[in-house]
């Protein structure tokens, strides 16, 4: 009986050692490693955005007393945007503007109509920078019951052909006419849209101004002398006009910027600015803003845009 528990006992130890021994030779399953996260990359140092240097010193302008309050207009929006800028803006007519900028003795002249060939020979480094169109109104006394007249009409009238106002439509009453000066922008351009003609021989020419004519230094001036005077006639910027006179239609069409810009209105010039060669970087920077959506905003206030 021992004999047989001995044995059996024998057996279930074997049995537990082998049982035992299995277990620790089973290998153990292990995580599997996670992967090494990759090293972030490094952001690339951020540059200081470039700061333009302020922009600063004076400009001398002059020229056409038309451009000129168009001018100074621009002139203090471009100084509030630049306060260490200061621009001078004086008259004396296109004439003046052309050879000031020709003659390099301001910085940019104002010429209110196209320039001669005679002034580009004289001066062939002139640049020519069209910033804003202006009509030119036919005004009248606004005692005077007229309200249009054809190009040919007035045409007549500023040539001295027609001495009353009976002849063409309107009361009978003498015809007082008031001019610009020799050298006027105004004047010229005046000429060369409403005087002009062609003669037997087909060649261009200018009718002149009645000697009798009333002539005034400035489109302020001769608003004034119109609006005061009786039976008076006379011609100025649009940019010009208010209720002391009458404007009047011209071949029916009245003297609007909209009627400029669909090119029923045929009295009209350019505004140029000009510089002599190509203009300093301070000269350029105003240039660009009055060119810019800024300054053509300004432009478009009382004056017709170039775009």
Do not use: H, W
């Not at 104002?110 to 320039?115: E, F, G, K, L, V």
């Not at 004047?187 to 261009?204: H, I, P, Q, S, T």
């Not at 006639?233 to 029916?252: E, H, K, N, P, T």
């Not at 140029?272 to 105003?286: C, D, I, K, V, Y």
């Amino acid at each position: 009986m021992k004999s047989k528990v001995f044995v059996l006992s024998a057996v279930v130890l074997a049995s537990v050692m082998l049982f035992t021994a299995c277990q620790q030779a089973a290998p153990t399953a292990e995580a599997a490693p996670a992967e090494a996260a990759a090293p972030a990359e490094e952001a690339a140092p951020t540059e200081a955005p470039a700061v333009a240097p302020a922009l600063s010193g004076q400009l001398q302008l002059a020229g056409s007393t038309s451009v000129q309050p168009l001018a100074e207009e621009l002139a203090n929006a471009f100084m509030a945007a630049n306060p260490e800028v200061s621009i001078d803006i004086q008259g004396g007519g296109t004439s003046v503007g052309v050879t000031s900028a020709g003659d390099g003795t301001v910085d940019i002249g104002n010429a209110s109509r196209a320039i001669k060939d005679s002034e580009m020979e004289q001066y062939p480094n002139l640049q020519v920078f069209t910033i804003a169109y202006d009509g030119i109104a036919v005004i009248v006394n606004p005692d005077v019951e007229l309200t249009s007249l054809t190009k040919d009409q007035v045409q007549a009238i500023f040539a001295g052909e027609v001495t009353n106002f009976s002849e063409v439509g309107g009361p009978d009453a003498p015809i007082t006419v008031v001019s610009r000066e020799e050298g006027s922008g105004t004047r010229g351009a005046f000429e060369e849209l409403v005087l002009e003609y062609k003669d037997a021989n087909g060649e261009k020419q200018i009718k002149p101004i009645v000697d009798s004519a009333l002539l005034q230094q400035s489109n302020g001036q001769l608003l004034t002398v119109v609006a005061t005077t009786p039976n008076s006639i006379g011609y100025l910027s649009f940019g010009f006009l208010d209720d002391s006179v009458r404007a009047l239609a011209i071949d029916g069409v009245e003297p609007t910027v909209e009627d400029v810009k669909n090119g029923t209105y045929p009295i009209y010039r350019p505004f140029n600015m000009l510089t002599n060669g190509a203009p300093s970087e301070l000269s350029q920077a105003f240039l660009d803003f009055v060119l810019g959506a800024d300054g053509q905003a300004i432009v478009a206030e009382d004056y017709i845009t170039v775009d």
